[in-house]
């Protein structure tokens, strides 16, 4: 099954509860949310006219809105040339779950990585059980209770108090599930910042910031 890749890159996870992680990240082009504060805007649209080769793609050392059709085995084969040694891989985009993820995430394991999605939920998650499933619930395009209901942490980007209303709309549709919550100030700032310190003091949740932001690294 071949996907819409974006980009393929080795770091460390700078975001949620894996932060800290050396992660291989494949990005997924294509999302219909079209959040506006998005930091990866290049990946919205699928274009024929922005299709490059595998070859490519590869080589790409900059971030754009070129992609290209890419299947589990060849990515297999550029993580073992590229001498990439994390096992930890996350699944993002984009919107990958507009994708099905479960041919993906199923090769990868077997290969003995662990997959984690990072998704918005408002699509239907197609993925092994095993993947570890970010969910960062979005107001305007409505993420499905059925993805919080699956999901492993909520990551939540706010910028103001009244942002959290959303969320505790959500978290008390699934009132029996215990969810890792963490809050994330939309693009560093840094009145943002001060909101998510507060609230997860008082609620107890978990603050994420964005590492990679700071620490300067893709
Ligand atoms: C780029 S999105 C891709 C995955 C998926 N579409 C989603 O929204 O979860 C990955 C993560 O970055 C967050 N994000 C995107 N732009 C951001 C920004 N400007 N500031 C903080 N977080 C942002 C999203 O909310 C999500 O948690
Ligand atoms: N280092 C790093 N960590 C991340 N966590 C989630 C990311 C994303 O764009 O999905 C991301 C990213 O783009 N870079
Ligand atoms: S859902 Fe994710 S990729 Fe899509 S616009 Fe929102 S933050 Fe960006
Ligand atoms: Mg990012």
């Given amino acids: 099954m071949n996907y819409p890749i974006n980009e393929i890159f080795q770091t460390i996870q700078g975001e949620g509860y894996y932060t800290g992680t050396p992660s291989i990240f494949i990005r997924l082009q294509g999302c219909p949310v079209r959040c506006q504060w998005c930091d990866t805007k290049y990946t919205w649209t699928c274009s024929n006219n922005n299709q490059i080769s595998y070859e490519e793609l590869v080589k790409k050392k900059i971030s754009d809105q070129t992609w290209s059709y890419i299947n589990a085995i060849q990515i297999l084969e550029n993580i073992k040339k590229k001498e990439w040694t994390a096992k ?5 985009g984009g919107e990958p779950c507009i994708y099905n993820l479960l041919y993906l995430t199923t090769e990868l394991e077997k290969q003995g990585f662990k997959c984690q999605i990072e998704t918005s939920g408002t699509k239907i998650i197609k993925c092994s059980s095993n993947t570890w499933v970010t969910v960062s619930p979005k107001q305007h395009q409505n993420t499905l209770p059925a993805s919080i209901l699956r999901s492993d942490e909520i990551k939540y980007p706010i910028l103001k108090q009244e942002d959290l209303f959303y969320l ?13 919550v963490f809050l994330q100030p939309i693009s560093q700032n840094q009145e943002a910042l001060k909101i998510c310190i507060k609230n997860c003091i008082i609620k107890n949740w978990r603050l994420s910031i964005q590492l990679h932001k700071y620490i300067l690294i893709k």
């Fill in 168 to 180: 505790e709309k959500m978290l008390s549709m699934v009132k029996n599930k215990k969810c890792r």
């Fill in 88 to 92: 930890h891989v996350v699944i993002t």
